[in-house]
């Protein structure tokens, strides 16, 4: 029987981000992607969510927005997981400087007023430029999922608030990866938490790729393996 992995998306991407990964690991692991549910509340995400999970104790992957979703559920079912993975991601509060331009955002989200994400703006977010298919991959998540998830995840951005003591005090497993370059990530938070003690596995690489998963599957996969070992 393969031991279990719940994975749980980020801001915008769906059961596709995890497409490159699974020929990789579906032989040894069954992944099982976990939505994230259409709420501005975390407490009522963590009910849904835990409806969905079978098992009692379970291997839990986020990234990004789905990193911090994981992290809220360990912290507050903590007997319920046995491993926690981050991927380009921080169980920490949005930057300062980036609510302003989210709140704005989300003032025209309530309104209806979605922009759709065109291949000139994936290729800008992307490591991996030349590669068509990758591409179409992130633009037809983003546009397919629409306003609908826009406006509660990025209000979900802005409710989020630090977890790295709570999570730091839990007997968890917790693994961080992420590249050194990614310009969405809170690199802020990871200097903070390199600089206080704990017990987190963190590990990055070399490049600017925030989607790891369907950019660099290759790499991540080692570090699963690692993270499933501890």
């Keep these: 029987m393969k ?11 769906d059961v596709r981000l995890w497409s490159k990964l699974k020929p990789y690991l579906d032989k ?5 992607h976990l939505p994230i549910p ?3 509340d975390f407490d009522e995400i963590n009910k849904i969510l835990d409806k969905q999970i079978e098992d009692e104790k379970i291997n839990l992957l986020g990234f990004s927005l789905g990193g911090y979703i994981a992290s809220y559920y360990a912290v507050s079912f903590p007997k319920k997981v046995k491993r926690l993975f981050l991927l380009s991601s921080t169980p920490s509060a949005t930057e300062q400087k980036d609510v302003p331009r989210r709140e704005k955002k989300l003032e025209e989200a309530r309104v209806g007023k ?3 994400l065109d291949e000139k703006k994936a290729i800008d977010l992307l490591e991996i430029k030349d590669d ?3 591409v179409d991959i992130v633009c037809n998540m983003f546009n397919e999922l629409g306003n609908e998830a826009f406006a509660p995840q990025l209000a979900l951005t802005l409710k989020r608030e630090e977890l790295f003591e709570k999570l730091n005090k839990l007997d968890i497993p917790t693994y961080l990866f992420y590249s050194s370059e ?4 809170n690199h802020t938070s990871i200097k903070a938490l390199k600089e206080m003690e704990h ?3 963190i590990n990055n690489r070399v490049g600017t790729s925030h989607n790891i998963s369907l950019e660099v599957p290759e790499e991540l996969i080692i570090h699963i393996e690692k993270w499933m070992k501890i």
């Design 132 to 134: 068509e298919e990758l």
């Design 3 to 13: 031991e279990k992995i719940y994975l749980i998306p980020g801001l915008m991407t």
């Design 182 to 185: 990614d310009r969405l990530l």
């Design 114 to 116: 979605f922009t759709s």
């Design 28 to 32: 040894k692991y069954e992944l099982i």
């Design 199 to 201: 017990d987190f596995y």
């Design 38 to 40: 259409y709420s501005e």
